[in-house]
């Protein structure tokens, strides 16, 4: 199918597939809305064999870079929901196709790639953030299944999710970044408790994740236990780098809406074209970062998220600048326009997937060769 060919299928499939009532929901503050209808909808994007396209086969559909961009831009073009999928779709799936057992790849990829179980990225911890060596979750090994006991915070998706890919000390006499394990832990179990974080926009997609003695089979660790570390830094290479592409193309389309609705003043005028001019840097760095052979400095994925989180700051700032001064008043029921929830939300970017700081601090230790 040519790249044209494959554009129109796209679009006819989302025209015939995509429910009216789920076209521009689920955005940046409004996760909240429309779950299951949303899940229903992840099961049918699987169903269309579109969740994969971009994994290798056998494991899903090997589309090229150009036809992944095309399906991101027809998802986007269309006003689909924010995505409830791409945990396991962008972070695990690709973790277990370069470290996974074929076992653990025949287990828990398909259920992924048909939007049958659902992902959440249990690493943060009340005192490990940007220092995730310091992780105290701890797992011992009993018999044929590990025990694990610990906190897990701001865990994105923990209420929706079946499975959580947990970062945890295997090694009770290990420091810092050795003896730690990755393990794929089933939520819905009597020794997790998720209790949602209400966040500045009024809705909570993230969560507190308590673990008391949960439970998951022995074989769910990716990787040889005590080796975690080197596996969750792969996991992060992904979420800071090629998982952004979609999201992207979501930008743009803020960035149309803003656009739309802007007052014909030349300084903020000034502003959008430069909003305009960094969407395409960031939208080609992107594309050059996923198009080319691994970048030797390893440096890529955090020059992304240094590029396109101050630039959706900024357009949360900017959306609400175009709608004058009442954009910046909120009613007492905390009742948001959609501008208020961008800027609400876009002010999170510079700290999930690791922040600012720390890519700064992983691009000096890469440049001056430090381990
Ligand atoms: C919306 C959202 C969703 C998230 N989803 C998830 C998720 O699904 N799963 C998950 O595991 N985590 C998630 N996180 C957590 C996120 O990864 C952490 O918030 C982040 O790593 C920062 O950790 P921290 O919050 O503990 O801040 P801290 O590490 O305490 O940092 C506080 C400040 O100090 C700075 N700082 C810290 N150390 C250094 C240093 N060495 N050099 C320079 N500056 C430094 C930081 O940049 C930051 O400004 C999410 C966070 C947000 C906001």
Redesign the pocket.
């Known amino acids: 199918m040519s790249e044209v060919e494959f554009r129109l299928a796209v679009r006819s499939w989302l025209a015939e597939h995509l429910p009216a009532s789920l076209r521009g929901v689920g955005g940046p503050g409004r996760e909240h809305e429309h779950i299951e209808a949303r899940l229903d909808f992840e099961r049918e994007l699987g169903a269309g064999g579109f969740i994969g396209l971009g994994w290798p086969a056998p494991f899903g559909a090997a589309a090229d870079i150009a036809r992944q961009v095309i399906f991101y831009e027809e998802y986007s073009r269309a006003g689909a929901p924010g995505r409830l999928s791409h945990?396991g779709e962008y972070l695990l799936g690709p973790t277990l196709i370069a470290h996974g057992t074929p076992a653990q790849q025949a287990r828990f990829l398909p259920p992924i790639a048909r939007a049958e179980e659902f992902w959440?990225?249990?690493?943060?911890e009340p005192e490990?953030?940007?220092?995730?060596a310091a992780v105290r979750t701890t797992a011992v090994l009993d018999g044929d299944v590990w025990r694990i006991t610990g906190q897990?915070?701001?865990?994105?998706?923990a209420h929706v999710a079946d499975w959580c890919f947990v970062l945890a000390r295997t090694d009770p006499a290990s420091v810092r970044s050795r003896g730690l394990s990755y393990l794929l832990v089933p939520m819905r179990q009597p020794g997790i408790e998720v209790r949602p974080i209400v966040?500045l926009t009024g809705t909570s997609?993230?969560n507190e994740v308590f673990f008391d003695s949960a439970v998951t089979a022995a074989d769910n660790v990716v990787g040889a236990p005590g080796d975690g570390w080197r596996v969750a830094t792969a996991t992060l290479g992904y979420e800071r780098g090629v998982a952004t592409l979609g999201q992207q193309l979501g930008f743009a389309r803020e960035l149309a809406t803003v656009l739309s609705g802007a007052p014909a003043d030349p300084v903020l005028q000034d502003e959008l074209v430069d909003a305009w001019v960094g969407l395409q840097v960031l939208r080609h760095h992107a594309l050059r970062t996923m198009g080319s052979a691994p970048d030797p400095s390893g440096t890529a994925a955090s020059v992304a998220k240094l590029l396109w989180a101050p630039w959706h700051q900024r357009l949360g700032e900017l959306a609400l600048a175009a709608g004058g001064p009442q954009s910046t008043v909120v009613p007492g029921d905390y009742d948001l326009t959609d501008a208020q929830r961008l800027f609400l939300f876009t002010r999170?970017d510079t700290?999930?997937?690791?922040?600012?700081?720390?890519q700064?601090?992983i691009i000096a230790n890469a440049l001056l060769g430090r381990p």
């Open positions: 945990i959440c990225q249990g690493y943060s490990a953030g940007s220092d995730l897990k915070v701001w865990t994105s998706l966040q997609e993230f999170a700290i999930y997937g690791g922040s600012n700081e720390i700064r601090n």
